[in-house]
């Protein structure tokens, strides 16, 4: 529920998937739930549909998408990381991919020049034939970092319910990713941002705090956005 530029960044990724063109939501809430509850409540103030899941364990992104796997009544869903900001267009181009191509799985990336912190992507055609999960300093050779934008088969929650914990406990949306692409041969769509595309991972504090003292990056997210 940070604040940016006088809304949460919730709020700023809302807006974006709501003129995309979706009506039902799905949060994956833990800290701070009661106050994004009674801010956001049922959605209605956006004329969407808003359902909530609780992540009383941290048990990672894949974790947190299994929460999900009842609520989601369609063949596939969008899915993205809630402390990332992309331009709106972004999440156009993969819907609109998704009804040319009828891709079942589709995955965003953007250009890092070492993605050690996040998960380097492999391609070939433009299709992901290998993910890492956060590799070692300069140990990467792909400058493409998991975006956190994504359209899912509800075939990955078969997957997702065999991957075993990490060290740490968690359960890894990219190891479901590797075991679909080895096991069960599933083409997965990349959509590689421009290398010089905003992308505002807020999970970072330094970088929160550059982007809140600088608004010249909401006319990327949004061309129509107005600073009051």
């Known amino acids: 529920m940070l604040l940016i530029h006088g809304k949460p960044i919730l709020e700023h990724l809302l807006y974006g998937l709501i003129k995309t063109g979706f009506s039902n939501i799905i949060f994956v809430v833990g800290h701070m739930k009661e106050h994004i509850f009674e801010y956001f409540k049922d959605g209605k103030k956006w004329n969407i549909n808003l359902e909530y899941v609780e992540q009383k364990n941290i048990n990672g992104t894949g974790g947190a998408l299994l929460l999900c796997e009842e609520l989601i009544k369609d063949k596939h869903f969008f899915m993205t990381w809630g402390d990332v900001l992309v331009p709106y267009s972004v999440y156009n181009e993969v819907l609109n991919t998704y009804k040319k191509e009828g891709n079942n799985f589709i995955l965003v990336t953007n250009y890092s020049a070492d993605p050690h912190k996040g998960g380097a992507i492999y391609c070939k055609n433009d299709y992901c034939v290998d993910i890492v999960e956060k590799p070692g300093i300069g140990e990467s050779k ?30 890894e949306l990219t190891e479901a990713i590797k075991i679909g ?48």
């Not at 600088?214 to 990327?220: A, G, I, M, R, V």
């Open 181 to 228: 692409i080895v096991e069960r041969k599933w083409n997965i769509r990349v959509i590689k941002m421009e290398k010089n595309q905003f992308r505002g991972d807020f999970g970072d504090m330094k970088i929160f705090e550059r982007l809140r003292n600088d608004s010249n990056w909401l006319k990327e997210l949004d061309s129509s956005f107005k600073i009051n």
């Open 142 to 171: 792909s400058n493409l970092n998991n975006c956190g934008v994504f359209i899912f088969s509800v075939e990955i929650f078969e997957v997702l319910n065999f991957v075993k914990p990490t060290k740490r406990g968690e359960i």
